[in-house]
């Protein structure tokens, strides 16, 4: 009897496929700017970047080139050119609801 082999999703959010530049700041504020520095999947909780030929730092902070949004992030992974990011800026869904006064 043949084993599947079966693969749970732990992700939180679901994610979709983009393609967008960002740049990759630096907690001492500089900034790079890096032709091979993309955004390939993006969830409310986290990212996939294509960074060939770039190093990233364990904290950073990616500023998306589009809007200008900033996104604390910590590096999950690496796997060649792509990287496996987690937002620690987490935007919540919902705002935090304060008790009623009645």
Do not use: Y
Request: aromatic share 4%.
């Amino acid at each position: 009897m043949p084993s599947e082999l079966v693969v749970a999703d732990r992700r939180r959010s679901p994610r979709r496929a983009v393609s967008q530049v960002v740049r990759l700041e630096l907690h001492d504020g500089a900034t790079a700017n890096h032709p091979g520095l993309l955004v390939t999947d993006l969830s409310d909780g986290g990212a996939r970047l294509f960074a060939q030929n770039v190093e990233i730092p364990s904290v950073f902070a990616l500023v998306f080139a589009d809007s200008g949004r900033r996104r604390e992030c910590r590096m999950i992974w690496r796997i060649g050119p792509e990287v496996g990011v987690e937002f620690l800026d987490r935007a919540s869904g919902a705002a935090k609801r304060r008790p009623s006064k009645r």
